[in-house]
């Protein structure tokens, strides 16, 4: 005490000062935001209409936050409809109610109602995203989600003070018609969703499309910086090859998480994923104007698809000698499978000691789940316009079905309410055949509705195994689980062999995503230990096939510690 009591007064302040500012450098802040879903009138592809968005914009806001931050966001439903947003990729650990599917963990916001949720931000770091979690919504409700590293730590890849500036680009698409009309008529008749009229870039479909020249999305650049692109894929239902013309790509991170760097001329992105990519800008540019790119990765060959290439530009602003351009990417082909099976498989953790890898080496439950486009039988009376025009369109894990319930399954759970849900999902197929190759059988093409889900004891280390058929036609199905992030520890072409292909894992640094895609007529295990309590949604991130039935829901039950059981519900919540 004899030596505190000689330190000088000033020095003494100097002191408090610094602790207090370390203390507000690391202190948990609390962000907010207010939200309006309303109708906007747009014009695009010569034609005008009104689509639901967020605030009057398409894209959505952008949200700015830190690892372990707060965001409250008020949602204020003016528009015709019931709404629900998700904040893809935030595990919410212990926070259920604010998740936002709806009818999984809440009842939808009415028109004239509003919501707020609070979004729990825990490991998340890098680019995440927020969307309409309700119908198709989605289609105009969404936009990007950047977490930044805590105060006083810096990005793994590049010093801050090195990197120019953020760009988020945030590829959608774009229907001329009410993509609702397209939804009742699904739901009336069991038909296909049709394609979208134009993919886009930041909103806009670009030059290349009708009535798009001049109104492309365009970033304004300078010779030798490094810029990152936040990317998201918030397209409906495509794959997606994105390029910026002659510069290259170094990818850092994927869906909040880093990754060891790569460099690639082009990316395959699924729908839900988020890619973090650094570009570096020429010394010379040849050119003062280069274009950005993407067009559909068609998994399957046979299906209708969007054909289009959306464009947005890159500008050089201290090039003024340079040719003006715009130059195109050199894109891939829609099939060409060789480029983006390997572009996937570059994706690995980055497992540093500031960023490491925590790989659950022994599962205690593996599941095997096939996922399917299938039919329903087509009652007396219907008009039914699936295969044959005498079924409806479905899709299934392990042949099930889910059809939303009328009451959300988290208050089910968490009022133990009867008959909302069945809790008997199964690990397996229900039956074994080739599923990559049935020779085109329609014995496997019928499924079954209903809402079967998984109920899991806290702290179960999981395998899933998403193993594709081609019923109905072989495709990407890119499956997403909400509350969790996952590693995903092996994929290959073909039929799972749970005998060999487990000793191939990568346990030492895999890709630790919310998104995965499983590959044409092949499979993707990914491990995660159940740890999060509450319910979450697990299905494929082509909507239609959401829509179809290609989902289910993860019960994990609490554990035994304060710290391993849900929050309160908040009083506020919507009711049905």
Known sequence: MVGVAKMPSMVWLLAAVFMLGAAVGLAQNTLHYEFFVKETTYSKLCKSKSLLTVNDMFPGPTITARKGDIVIVNVHNQGPKNITIHWHGVDQPRNPWYDGPEFITQCPIQPGTNFTYEILLSEEEGTIWWHAHSGLDRAGIHGAFIVHPKRGTEYPFIKSTELHKEIPIILGEWWTSDLNLQLEEYLKTGGEIHNSNAHTINGEPGDLMPCGRGHAFKEDVLTNRTYLLRIINAGLDNDMFFAVADHLLTIVGTDGCYLKPFTVQTIMISPGQTMDVLLKTKDFPTYRRYYMGSRTYLSNPRLAFQNGTATAILEYMDAPRARGGPLLPNLPNNTDHETAIDYTAQLRSLASKEHPVAVPEVPDERMVITLAVNTLPCTTGEICRGPGNNSRLAASLNNASFEDPHVDILDAYYYSIKGVYEDDFPNVPPFIFNFTNTNGSRRYWPTKRSTKVKVLEYGTV?????QATDILGAENHPMHLHGFAFYVVGRGLGNFNETTDPAKYNLIDPPY??????????????????????????????????????STTFIVKEGNTPESKMRPRPASMPKC
């Open 513 to 550: 995503q919310n998104t995965v895609t499983v590959p044409t007529a092949g499979w993707a295990a990914m491990r995660f230990k159940a740890t999060n309590p509450g319910v979450w949604f697990m299905h494929c991130h082509f909507d239609r096939h959401t829509v179809f039935g290609m």
């Open 462 to 466: 999981v395998e899933v195994v998403f």
